[in-house]
């Protein structure tokens, strides 16, 4: 279904740096920005990162992302029980002309 | 602030219409894109389709033989109609705002809270 590939679950334990992995392709994450959003289930998803590295507002610098060909990252440093919550990573399919969201993970604050 | 707001019917039957409006508070449809995305149970987010202020509008490959998005420019409101709606079309239905930059590139910044639809006979 998605066209995007993310691990379905990373932990770490407060304080911890954790990195969430995004696989795609060429006519995806190779060639297009890459966007992450959190979400907490029953609300709104929450723009995290945008143009692969940028921080909306409000974000903590805790928060930051990275993309070396066809393969995005997210890392949380400094993981704090409040970043529990399912990351997903999005980018523009130019073959599919859509808008594709990665799988999914869910971070787990042990 | 601008929020939107989701709204509809929370079960539909299968083969008909599935209609949601989203109203958008706190600031214009003016100059921005406006999208609908979904959740099925136990998945991941699925962005079904967007439309500009203006009425361009860019629907997901699979689904555009069923998807429409239109625009109420009088009362702040967009809508979504998907047609021929089965179990699988069951999700979470959410509507997000996003700017002029190509590719959605600064993302989809103001969401809804979503509203639940189930397609059951």
């Known amino acids: 279904h998605s066209v995007l590939t993310q691990p379905p679950s990373a932990s770490g334990t407060p304080g911890q740096r954790v990195a969430i992995p995004c696989s795609g392709s060429?006519?995806?994450?190779?060639?297009?920005?890459v966007t992450w959003y959190q979400h907490l289930p029953g609300t709104a998803p929450k723009l995290l990162m945008y143009?692969?590295?940028q921080r909306p507002s409000g974000v903590p610098d805790r928060f930051s992302g990275s993309k070396s060909g066809t393969s995005a990252s997210l890392a949380i440093s400094g993981l704090q029980s409040e970043d529990e919550a399912d990351y997903y990573c999005?980018?523009?399919?130019?073959?599919?002309?859509?808008?594709?969201f990665g799988t999914g993970t869910k971070v787990i604050v042990l | 602030q601008v929020q939107l707001l989701e709204s509809g019917p929370g079960l539909v039957k299968p083969s008909e219409t599935l209609s949601l409006t989203c109203t958008v508070s706190?600031?214009?449809?003016?100059?921005?894109?406006w999208s609908w995305i979904r959740q099925p149970p136990g998945e991941g987010l699925e962005w079904i389709g967007y439309?500009?202020?203006?009425?361009?509008?860019n629907y997901k490959s699979s689904l555009r033989s069923r998807v429409t998005i239109s625009l109420d420019m009088s009362k702040n409101q967009f809508s979504l109609k998907l047609t021929s709606v089965t179990a699988a079309d069951s999700a979470v239905y959410y509507c997000?705002?996003?700017?002029?930059?190509?590719?959605?590139?600064?993302?989809?910044?103001?969401w809804g809270l979503g509203t639940t639809v189930t397609v059951s006979s």
């Open positions: 997000a705002r996003h700017d002029v930059i190509p590719l959605m590139e600064h993302g989809m910044d103001v």
């Open positions: 060429s006519s995806n994450v190779g060639s297009n920005p």
């Open positions: 439309i500009f202020y203006i009425g361009n509008t």
């Open positions: 706190g600031g214009s449809i003016n100059n921005y894109y």
């Open positions: 143009s692969t590295n």
């Open positions: 999005a980018a523009w399919d130019v073959s599919l002309d859509d808008y594709v």
